[in-house]
């Protein structure tokens, strides 16, 4: 590889950082954003015709699942909204597994995969 390369694998490098690390910066840059019970720390957006959720942190005082029913109804509106057909939520360094419970994510229609300390999870919208 010539010094051109190095140098364009070098600053590729710079620019990679592991999803976790860079939602949690994110979200500490930002207020949540508030769905029905919840506070819901990280960033959003279409990828593609993909709504994509990058959660660091999901927190409430009324823990109930129909709580959470409607907080992932409302997400699963905003991607519709946003013209998108699949919604995949992404959930970095997992502590209390709630919705990022492999059972409850398949009960609400979601497929679930862990990764490392998060997990994905993934729907095709209606």
Do not use: C, D
């Amino acid at each position: 590889m010539g010094i051109a390369g190095e140098l364009a694998e070098k600053e590729a490098k710079n620019y990679l950082v592991p999803m976790a690390e860079e939602t949690l910066n994110q979200a500490a840059r930002n207020l949540p954003e508030r769905i029905g019970e919840y506070s819901i720390y990280g960033t959003q957006g279409l990828v593609g015709n993909t709504y994509t959720r990058n959660i660091f942190l999901m927190e409430t005082s009324n823990k109930s699942l129909s709580g959470l029913r409607s907080t992932i109804s409302t997400m699963e509106k905003q991607a519709v909204k946003s013209g998108a057909n699949k919604i995949s939520i992404y959930g970095a360094a997992v502590i209390n597994e709630g919705f990022l419970n492999p059972n409850i994510a398949r009960r609400f229609g979601y497929s679930f995969e862990k990764i490392g300390e998060g997990a994905i999870l993934q729907k095709t919208l209606k």
